[in-house]
């Protein structure tokens, strides 16, 4: 009787608490690196489809290579990290763990429908923002520590464009925040059920998706790390499993950031399937999942596409595009308001 | 060095740098002063070619640029014949402009290839790989080898036009137009790849003759200038086709250039291909030293064997220049002899040791970022530099 | 243009230095002294030949002298865009040194430099001249030079 209900105790504690499921299943951590494996492999695959070669293939060739990436994880965890001589340990060390960190704790405060939600709060959006705004610092911290001129131009690229970007990102997330009056995602999810974001402020949602692009150096703007320029940038000293926490790092912001796209633009789990949630109650989320998820495909697809900008054209882009279109947008957003109130 | 600036010694291990280093002083994001360090892989082709038979350095000289092989071969034995006294026939000179302009094409998609991936564009770099593999492939027909063909000899070519290349020849032309209009789309009039390089790393036309620059880069700074049309060789003089001349001089002239040269090189196969006269393959002289049993076997299979002579062949002492308008630009070889087997003194400059002269003129100026965007645009080959 | 016609040229050009002027297997060839070789560079520059094709050194160790030779031509003359001449100085081979025609000709710089490295013909006044191609610590004798011997490797070498 005791083991029994230990075990029914655990699997309400772990299944069927928003606050501990959220972090750890969904939208948290087992999500994310089931999605690294999966995004990683969608991108390569499809640069391989537009590139006439095959990609990854011979790990699970029945399922077109999909394990390739699970390969390639386990050689990173059980790969030495090289820690060079001249490097400052501590930086060199914390760094990449702290920035994975920071990358993925704003999707622990995402919520996954609206009644199971790890947060709740009236701030949940400024929450999810100011996390966001944390990780470039480990970047920088990161490119300083690894003490390689390489790194250290890559690591002040990414402090120029950071720059560049911020402002945009908050202002367009504003914008989209005023036309519904709330800082609370549940909130500003519920209200979309009639009318999508990106209907109601499109300036707001070109915006972000801009910066989301910028900020987690997808092409054209993969400038940080820069490859035929500055080997890798920040990361040019990395091996082993602190290189892939550093590489996984920028998919996971990306994730978080579409899936901020999906729930602030694209009308959240609207429509709600609502017979999922007998199967459990972060089920009906799903439909911001697969939103996130096209607007993931979207941003790898570019890579096959586009070469890089340079770095002060993207920060062009950043002050004269993204800023302007985000003043824009908080315009617009007051033209709504008072057109419709 | 002034506490504003940093030194950065990019390569040679380094993934843009190729077999290369450079020396560059930065301040801030902007380079003030760079320098080429060269000599990676050298290997002295003008000392080893002093220990070599003369027919034995034809394989050696194309060793250095691999991307462009039959141009350097070409230079070599136009030198030789010089010395010699003999000139190929017809239908040889003929087949090794064939030979040339295919080539030509496969060098200028191996270097957009490699523009392709300095400027991040995995795909352009993947295409162009994928494309130049059509012309390795119909070379490979006509000559048995894929990169280093050797198909140019003292007096002729090694073989004769094979059966059904006319028509594998149109097809492949055929598909390289369609694809060119891809590239085109995809990356050439890509708004990031005209951003990168329109405006970068413009080389006035003075300067451009002043640094005695060659190749599609001098061509694309203004200056009317091809060693085809300058001093036909091989069957230029009978072919049409034009000299692509660009007046901007930035890195954007400079490719679009090479692609134009493309569609040139192009029109030059189809008219050999249309104009090709009958006839030997080679010069009279030797054909007659090969015995009429292996003649016969010659006449049926298109292939040659050599003669015996080419083993010990001593030109008379002298001197003698030649050059070659290669895919990179002007080969030019001067080869002293000395009566003996073996040259006197053997010199061969190529047209990337010529460009060295772009890194040290071109980048400072320019930001960091654009280091690759340049060296991209002027077809840079380190092995064809340091030979 | 002729043989005859560029010699007639450049002997019209180079009137007032102190060479000789002639054919060799065919090429239009001026030889000067190494003292006279900035001036006749100068003149023939005025005559349009506006850039330097190659710098080649010849080692002659029977006469105790290397030979330089310039190939120049030009680029914007369109009478002399056909027509390379040898321009040939020659040194002792014991201390062989040259003054730079960088000056005249800019694209000479590397490959003077090249002929610096491995030929060990000093150019005064090159800012390019340095160890090019060979490592920067190499020390002996220049690799062109008639007695650099390859050195053997492998099975061929002597036990």
Known sequence: MQVSEIISWLINLLFYKPEVFCPIFYPGLVTILALLIFIIWLERKIAAKVQLRYGPLYVTRKAGGILQLLADLLRYMFQEPIIPKTVDKIAFIAGPVLLFATAYVPAALLPATAEFTGLRSELSLLAVLALLTLAPIFDIIIGWGSNNKFSLIGSMREGYIVMSYEIPMFLSTLAIAMVYGSLNIVEIVEMQSRCWGILLNPIAAATFLLVALISTARFPFEIAEAETEIVMGPYTEYSGILYGLLMGASYVKFYVLSMLFALLFLGGWHPSITWLEKIHPAAPGLVVFIKALIIMVFGIFLRAVYPRFRVDQAIRVGWHLLFMLSMLSIAYSLAVIWLVG | MSERTIELYIGPQHPGSGHMRFDITLDGDIIVKAEPSIGYVHRSVEKIAETKTYIQIAPLVERPSLADTVNPNLGYILALEKLLGIEAPPRAQYLRTLAAEANRIHSHFYGIGILGIMLGSSTAFMWAFADREIMIELLQMLTGARITYSYVIPGGVRRDLPVGFKEAAEKALRYLERRLKDYEKLFFENPVTVARLKGVGVLKKEDAIALGIVGPNLRASGVHYDVRRIEPYAAYDDLDFEVVVKKEGDSYARLMARVEEIKQSMRIIRQVLEKIPDGPILHEKYYKMIPPKTRKQIEETGRLKFPAAFATLKPPKGEALSRVEGARGEFLYYVVSDGSPRPYRFRMVSPSFRNVWLFAHLLPGHRLADIPAIYGSIDYFPPCADR | ?159
């Open chain 3, 1 to 159: 243009m002729k043989l005859e016609e560029v010699l007639e040229l450049l002997k019209a050009a180079l009137s007032g230095v102190e060479c000789l002027i002639g054919e060799e297997s065919g090429i239009p060839t001026v030889r000067v002294h190494p003292e006279n070789l900035l001036e006749a560079a100068k003149k023939l520059k005025e005559s349009g030949f506006d850039h330097v094709k190659s710098v080649t050194g010849l080692d002659y160790p029977d006469e105790g002298e290397i030979e330089v030779v310039y190939h120049v031509s030009s680029y914007t003359k369109p009478e002399l865009t056909k027509v390379i001449v040898a321009l040939k100085a020659r040194v002792k081979r014991d201390s062989p040194k040259l003054t730079s025609l960088y000056g005249i000709w800019p694209s000479s710089a590397y490959l003077e430099s090249e002929t610096y490295d491995l030929m060990g013909v000093e150019f005064e006044g090159n800012p390019k001249q340095r160890r090019l191609l060979l490592p920067e610590d190499y020390e002996g004798i220049p690799p062109l030079r008639k007695d650099f011997k390859i050195p053997v490797e492998g099975v061929d070498a002597v036990e």
